[in-house]
Structure formats: C-alpha cells, structure tokens
C-alpha cells in the first residue's frame, strides 16, 4: 500500500525534454522513498546503482537482479569492444554478452565525440529499462524502475562538455602512455 502512496505523489518521467529540469531530484526521490517504504525495499533500494560490481550477486528483487544483469553485460561488452580497438585481449569470464549489448557497444565506439557516444548508450540503458518495466504502475518494481530511471536521466543530464572533453583527453593520454611503458620494458 505504501508504494501506492508513493507512485502517486511523483511526478512522470516521460516526454521531458533535454532543456527541461528534472521534475524531481535524487534527493527528493530518496526522502520520499524513506519516508513511505519499509526496510526491506530500501535496503533492496541500496543496491540500485549504475555502476554494478563484475560478479553479480542477488540483492533480493528480481528486478533490480535484472538491471545490474544488464548494466553488467552492456559494460563487458564495452570493455570487449576498446580492448577489441587497442588489439589487446579481454576475457568476460563466464558472462555471455548477447549480440544486441555487442552492437550496441560498437555503434558508441564509433562515435567521434564521447559525449554522443554517452548519449547512445544512455539511449540504448533506458530502452533496456523500458523492456523490465513493470506492467503493474503500483508495486514495489515500479518504484525500483522509477529510481534507475531517474539516475540514469540525471547522470545524462550531469555532464559536462568542457570537464568531460579535459578527462577524456587526460584518460586517452594516460591509456598511451602505459602502452609506450609496456613496450619499452
């Protein structure tokens, strides 16, 4: 019942566009989640997170189960595809990555601009989260569906393009280097 208050009080997510702000913060959307959810969906609620650990392990939803299933797969196969590109080995361990997480991952890499290739990827992370979401607009899933939705449309809103064009060219400059120190061992 608690999430049918919840659900009720937020505001959508969908058709906004990118010059719009964000109808609701993070931080708004945690208070209101502490406020009406139990311990155990927000102990569940923790575990949210766009950046998934390399071996999964259960959290206790299903669907959040699902999400960093996903997250991990599109991320292994990015890592595939850059080591793919610097003609070096990566192996994903027992993870099978499907062909759709493959071409995706080849599609940002031929982006010229990182912020593009972000944008697909951002793109490409809410189709996934649109094919889990919830078919009932009340239940504790739709409330975890709401939360990646929201990280992942305030992480795409957080960038930068000068900060962004700095790291990237630092991190670029870095990967080079460490391929001139391996070769001159």
Known sequence: MAEYYLISQLPSLDGISDNMPLPITE?????????????K?????????????????????????????????LRLALA?????????SFDTGNTLIPLHYQK?????MQSKDPLEAEKLLCSYRLELLEAQRPMDGFSVDYVFYYGIKLKLI???????????EAAYKNIYNSVLMADSLEVAK
């Open 27 to 39: 931080e708004r959307f945690s208070e209101l989640c502490n406020q009406l959810l139990g311990k």
């Open 154 to 164: 305030s992480r795409l809103r957080g960038f930068d393009t000068e900060a962004g």
């Open 104 to 108: 995706a991952a080849e599609a940002a």
């Open 80 to 88: 595939k595809v850059r080591a793919q590109r610097l003609n070096k």
């Open 41 to 73: 969906t927000l102990e569940e609620m923790k575990r949210i997170t766009l950046l998934p650990e390399r071996e999964s392990e259960n959290c206790g939803s299903d669907f959040i189960d699902n999400w960093l299933d996903s997250e991990r797969r």
